[in-house]
């Protein structure tokens, strides 16, 4: 991406170690909410998507009860559908390794294998390395988290509110090459940074997704002309 | 419901989703038009998650220590510096900003 030669297995690594210190504060969230140890890692196991985990665990933890937990991560999950449809062509996999390349279907491996466009290869071996990478280094992390509890504090003290940031714009840079698509990103962040002061977590980023139906349907009429 | 059948039953509706868009038929999927829009959905969302990683708070919108950061990466980024160093330069940034201001 970035670094000419830079490899998809460093890419991989870095951003499974990058997500993976973010698993530290997710653990310890977890269980200041009020969650166990092995609740909080069937979490990072069988769940496997932050967005909808930190949620889940929010809602606990603001005294929302279980059900509203469960949808507001539901709610979030959404995205992971988007990046799967994106995926499946590039992924073209036996039916058999489906259920497992869904499992780390996230924003991670979805990004890199992006970042590698258009060859197919990297594309597919960006995907497997950071979900595999993103997997580990999550769970690892999560336990760790869970452990040590409130001794790490607050994760922002340590900057990793921004690192995730950065480490999103980075996967998205080789995109933003293409004038269209740089529109449709600076577009997209403002969008979701404004609805994100007036709707629920979980939704802006979803609601996003209909920017990128209208630059969809501009995209079809000035085709059709 | 109890916690751990929340745990399990949430666990599974966001897999379901996963699953979801790794099964929709082939022939759907491959249509350009089909491809082109899952393709400008990832960076839109994906875009989203930066705005709102950067800007939002429980507060609200805030410009904090994060801002700068970002914009450094977004430099560093230009300058194609690895992702790895640029990451833990906006961690750096932003720790030492949140220490002094």
Redesign the interface.
């Known amino acids: 991406?970035?670094?000419?030669p830079?490899s998809v297995k460093?890419?991989s690594f870095?951003?499974g170690?990058?997500t993976g210190l973010y698993g530290i504060s997710f653990g310890a969230l977890s269980v200041a909410a009020?969650?166990d140890f092995w609740?909080t890692m069937?979490?990072s196991l069988?769940?496997?998507?932050g967005g909808?985990q930190f949620a889940?665990v929010g809602v606990?933890a603001s005294g929302g009860g279980?059900?509203a937990?469960?949808l507001s991560?539901?709610m979030?999950?959404?995205?992971?559908?988007?990046?799967?449809?994106?995926?499946?062509?590039v992924?073209n996999?036996p039916a058999l390794m489906?259920?497992v390349?869904?499992?780390l279907?996230i924003?991670e491996s979805?990004?890199v294998s992006?970042s590698q466009e258009p060859d197919v290869s990297k594309q597919r071996q960006g995907f497997w390395l950071t979900g595999i990478a993103v997997f580990v280094f999550w769970n690892l992390l999560t336990a760790c988290g869970a452990l040590l509890g409130s001794m790490i504090g607050d994760p922002?003290?340590?900057?990793?509110?921004?690192?995730?940031?950065?480490?999103?714009?980075?996967?998205?840079?080789p995109?933003l090459t293409r004038s269209k698509?740089l529109v449709?990103?600076?577009v997209?962040?403002?969008?979701?940074?404004?609805l994100?002061?007036i709707v629920p977590a979980g939704a802006?980023?979803?609601l996003?997704?209909f920017?990128?139906?209208g630059?969809?349907l501009v995209?079809?009429v000035r085709n059709r002309k | 419901m109890s916690l751990w059948a929340g745990v399990l039953i949430a666990s599974g509706l966001v897999y379901s989703w996963k699953l979801f868009g790794h099964l929709v038929p082939e022939r759907f999927v491959t249509s350009p038009a089909v491809r082109s829009l899952a393709a400008l959905v990832t960076v839109s969302m994906l875009a989203g998650l930066v705005g709102i990683q950067t800007f939002s708070s429980p507060e609200g919108i805030v410009f904090d220590a994060r801002v700068p950061a970002l914009a450094v990466a977004a430099i560093l980024f230009y300058l194609r510096v690895p992702f790895i160093v640029v990451v833990i330069a906006a961690a750096a940034i932003a720790s030492l900003l949140k220490l002094f201001i």
């Open positions: 991406m970035s670094g000419e830079q460093t890419l870095s951003v170690l990058a009020g969650l609740q069937a979490l069988l769940m496997f998507s909808s889940f606990i279980v059900l937990a469960v991560s539901w979030l999950g959404v995205r992971n559908g988007f990046y799967a449809i994106r995926l499946a062509p992924m996999l489906k259920p390349a869904a499992q279907t924003d979805n990004a992006l922002s003290d340590w900057g990793l509110d921004a690192a995730a940031g950065a480490a999103f714009l980075g996967l998205i840079w995109s698509l449709l990103a600076v997209s962040a403002f969008t979701a940074t404004m994100s002061a802006p980023v979803l996003t997704a920017v990128a139906v630059f969809w995209e079809i």
